[in-house]
């Protein structure tokens, strides 16, 4: 077992992954979005869960279709590999025809660092994955992008974005969101309304490896497989906005 098998392997689950939902799109269509968002949930997560049980039997594995058992299963914690998975990041948008800002997450946190991922974006027709990191582009002075919840945005994020002088992007999923940042889309992305670690881990890994800041809000490290999975608040951005940023949501938050 290599790190550049690890790398291949995430991208090749979540590509198939992504290719199976984008079948169960055009097989279930969009009349009922509950079923179609329930059928893409679970068999994705089925895929995955038997791809990793098959091909790495002796690591755990944290996805957010488990149950609430094996969220808490204790031998994940004394784990040394564990596989951060996210079925279907955005299910909302997956079940809305002509929507492509959903994603596939597929993580690898290995002894306190996450070491390989890679997101699908299925209906975009690509993966970012660690083992091409994509060349974020570089950032040329004067307004820029914050990706924000489509349907949730902070409203602290709407001061900030006075206040740094940026402009709001709505944009689907978590994944999809970081993948903006990397693509040239956005310049950054903020979040505070709560989230888990399966929204994060395989962008996060994606976007660390492309040299992109990723933090707590507060500049502190993103931590994974911990015993609460939760992971309330994030930023993703360019390296030459991070600064800027973190200063702003500490103006905003004092």
């Known amino acids: 077992m290599t790190i550049r098998d690890d790398h291949a392997l995430a991208a090749d689950l979540a590509t198939e992954a992504g290719e199976r939902l984008l079948r169960t799109r055009e097989r279930t269509g969009f009349a009922d979005s509950a079923?179609?968002?329930?059928?893409?949930?679970?068999?994705?997560?089925?895929?995955?869960?038997?791809?990793l049980a098959r091909l790495r039997p002796s690591d755990s594995v944290l996805s957010e279709e488990a149950t609430r058992e094996e969220r808490l299963d204790p031998k994940r914690l004394k784990a040394e590999r564990v596989w951060i998975v996210d079925p279907l990041d955005g299910t909302r948008e997956f079940a809305e025809e002509g929507r492509a800002d959903w994603a596939v997450h597929v993580a690898l946190w290995e002894r306190g660092e996450l070491s390989a991922g890679a997101v699908a974006l299925p209906a975009q027709g690509r993966t970012l994955t660690t083992a091409e990191p994509p060349k974020p582009p570089s950032y040329e002075k004067g307004r820029f992008r914050i990706?924000?919840?489509?349907?949730?945005?902070?409203?602290?994020?709407?001061k900030l974005a006075?206040?740094?002088?940026?402009?709001?992007?709505?944009?689907?999923?978590?994944?999809?969101?970081?993948?903006?940042?990397?693509?040239?889309?956005?310049?950054?992305?903020?979040?505070?309304?709560?989230?888990?670690?399966?929204?994060?881990?395989?962008?996060?890994?994606?976007?660390?490896?492309?040299?992109?800041?990723?933090?707590r809000i507060d500049g502190s490290e993103l931590t994974y497989n911990q015993a609460d999975p939760s992971l309330p608040d994030i930023l993703v951005s360019l390296p030459e906005l991070a600064t800027s940023l973190l200063a702003g949501i500490r103006d905003l938050h004092r």
Do not use: C, N
Request: net charge negative; glycine share 10%; aromatic share 8%.
């Open 35 to 51: 079923a179609l968002r329930a059928e893409g949930d679970r068999s994705s997560h089925l895929y995955l869960m038997e791809s």
């Open 147 to 158: 990706a924000v919840s489509r349907t949730r945005p902070p409203e602290f994020v709407q």
């Open 162 to 215: 006075y206040l740094v002088g940026a402009d709001l992007v709505p944009i689907g999923s978590a994944g999809a969101k970081i993948s903006a940042v990397l693509t040239g889309e956005v310049e950054a992305y903020v979040h505070a309304g709560g989230q888990y670690e399966w929204d994060s881990a395989a962008p996060v890994a994606v976007a660390l490896a492309a040299g992109v800041h990723a933090s």
